[in-house]
């Protein structure tokens, strides 16, 4: 990668000197919306479903919302991933070029993920001629292992803990035939202002699609290591439009919101959220965003059972299929009730709140969708 | 319904026509592609994978396809059926305005179906302030009656067999109270010329969409009562593009195809396939379009593990929920060597032949999701 000390700026204007970069490399993917969802989120919740829960006996909030989906489902690898890929990438190979400073040795790129991280790595690498070198937990699927093939990478197996993996990549890195790069998947900025190409996106298609006169109050995204959070809130820089993260609460998985509430960066995670993109937790350089209030306004958490509940109503309702992360920030929308007060304080009178939620991807297990839904 | 006596004759301005007066009742939708699965659509078949096939040790087929996917899946209700639906109720307040004979008795709307039709019925009537009466089995999944309710409509329950659904509706339309007006599913010039609607769409995206210079060849529907498939036909006339039909081969599906060969309409089928919207013998009034070679080039047929194949492929690699009728064209397009053959044939030396194949809807069951694809 890049090194760090000469990265562009945490700016929007990098953020879109990054769309410029990758554009040709990725999809503008569509942003669609289903006025039978934005119907049940403007809907207020029953008082027996808010029973059990911290908001038992409150009046149920009353929230008037438009929901836009940003699709990267639609993205290539089905994921919002290679935006971040491409854009390290490429600035990988200008800062080669403009050094004139090509060394001797082979390039190698090199990374690791068991998911849509490795497949972006591949997917960049491949098509921009770079031979890849992608580090796999051996109990991953095949078709993981074979898409992350299908694209030219190299992959070298692993153990399935973390330390095992980064074990091996440790032993690539430390190859000296070869100028071995590695690729985080989200604590660079080359990477944070790849992902963030897709709030300008989104900023834009709001633009073209909500009537005259309206404008997009603001987007919510998942968040896992907080790259793309932290990339879409730099994206929203001096517009007005606020962000918002959502992650699951299962077992502690909310590390980004209850590091928030205690003032410091929460670094190890240990949950089997079915949101399993949102395992993870926030790496420095995306907290470093994330933690400022002037950057992001709030994160939200919701539980597996209303990750369930809004996974199945994108699929019912809007026939497109996304991964259980991916439902995170419509089930905050629909069910947490610290989130639907703060709107409808906010909204206007007589008005409707515009907010975007990002579908971070559609890697959804076909064949485990029935136990992942709650209809 | 209109009178069948002063219907618009089937012809591609009847169906113009149509199109005019339903603008604004139902989305214009997507057509998407995916460059993935016209890869897979222009490599030859293994020979291996002919075996125990009619075509075994013949030399595979080499078309080079590129597949336009007109998304009905996205349509209002999930699938293409409020197009004749509200064709069909319109012509018949057009008449009733222009005859100046409204009658005395309050007008009901009355249909039957287990599926697609019945919640288009009911969207079509609520919308034009009609009252629907819909006569569904009571083994009708809960959530299809809530759907059709929710419409407006009210649910009449019958036995499960066609015979037990048809006394009740006689019994409604015998009630001399009302003036009663039944939509048939297919069976109706109205409903085949609004069906035929999204074929014009198709033909007009395509034009959008390819590279200057090149043309929509063809486009493959399913058929099952065959008014969308004899719709689009007529859609195509004096277009010079080409219109196929497909069908499910399990317990005798292929109806159609079968009395293509026998030069008669068979009447009757009864058959579990997957592809359950295809269950149903095609209607007189399609078959009258459909067998004129004129209007339909050919219709092709594959089995139930072919198409699960196929739904797995749209599902895995293009994001969107089809339901399993609606992975019957792109099977044949993967798997039938006649079809490949033909195609082959046709296209020109070094060209790529670009087929739109219709995806009808997107109502799939999707607690069965596992049992329905194969991956």
Tied chains: 1, 2.
């Excluded at 031979?131 to 292992?145: L, N």
């Excluded at 900025?189 to 997009?216: F, K, S, V, Y």
Aim: charged share 20%.
């Amino acid at each position: 990668m890049a090194d760090i000390n000469t990265c562009p700026p945490l700016t929007r204007a990098s953020v879109q000197d990054a769309a410029h970069r990758i554009s040709g490399h990725v999809h503008r993917t569509p942003v669609l919306s289903s006025k039978y969802i934005d119907s049940v989120a403007s809907t207020p919740q029953s008082p027996e479903s808010l029973k059990g829960t911290e908001w038992e006996g409150q009046e149920p909030a009353k929230p008037r919302l438009c929901l836009l989906f940003k699709c990267e489902n639609f993205q290539r690898i089905g994921a919002f991933k290679p935006r971040g890929a491409f854009n390290a990438l490429l600035r990988f190979t200008e800062e080669q070029a403009r050094k004139n400073t090509a060394s001797e040795l082979p390039v190698r790129i090199i990374s690791h993920s068991s998911g849509n991280h490795a497949q972006a790595v591949a997917l960049a690498a491949g098509e921009l001629g770079l031979p890849a070198h992608i580090v796999m937990p051996s109990i991953s699927t095949p078709a993981k292992i074979a898409a992350t093939r299908s694209y030219g990478a190299e992959v070298h197996f692993s153990g399935p803990t973390p330390q095992e993996r980064l074990k091996v990549v440790d032993a690539l890195m430390s190859d000296t035939n070869f100028h071995n790069v590695f690729v985080p998947p989200y604590d660079h900025p080359d990477t944070i202002l790849g992902q963030g190409t897709l709030g300008l996106e989104l900023q834009n298609q709001a633009a073209e699609i909500l009537p005259e006169g309206e404008a997009l109050h603001a987007i919510m995204t998942p968040c896992g290591g907080g790259g793309m959070l932290s990339g879409v809130a730099l994206s929203c820089q001096g517009t007005g439009v606020k962000v918002f993260g959502s992650e699951p609460s299962q077992d502690g998985a909310d590390d980004c919101r209850r590091g928030l509430l205690e003032g410091k960066r929460i670094e190890k995670v240990s949950s089997l959220t079915i949101a399993d993109g949102l395992r993870t937790p926030v790496g420095a350089i995306p907290w470093s965003v994330i933690s400022d209030p002037k950057h992001v306004a709030g994160v939200f958490a919701v539980t597996d059972d209303q990750i369930r509940r809004a996974l199945g109503l994108v699929l019912q309702r809007m026939k497109i299929l996304i991964e259980p992360s991916s439902a995170v920030p419509l089930a905050v929308a629909l069910y947490n009730e610290d989130f639907r007060g703060m709107i409808e304080r906010e909204q206007g009178i007589d008005t409707t709140f515009n907010l975007g939620l990002v579908v971070s991807g559609g890697n959804i297990d076909l064949k485990r969708i029935p136990e992942l839904i709650e209809l």
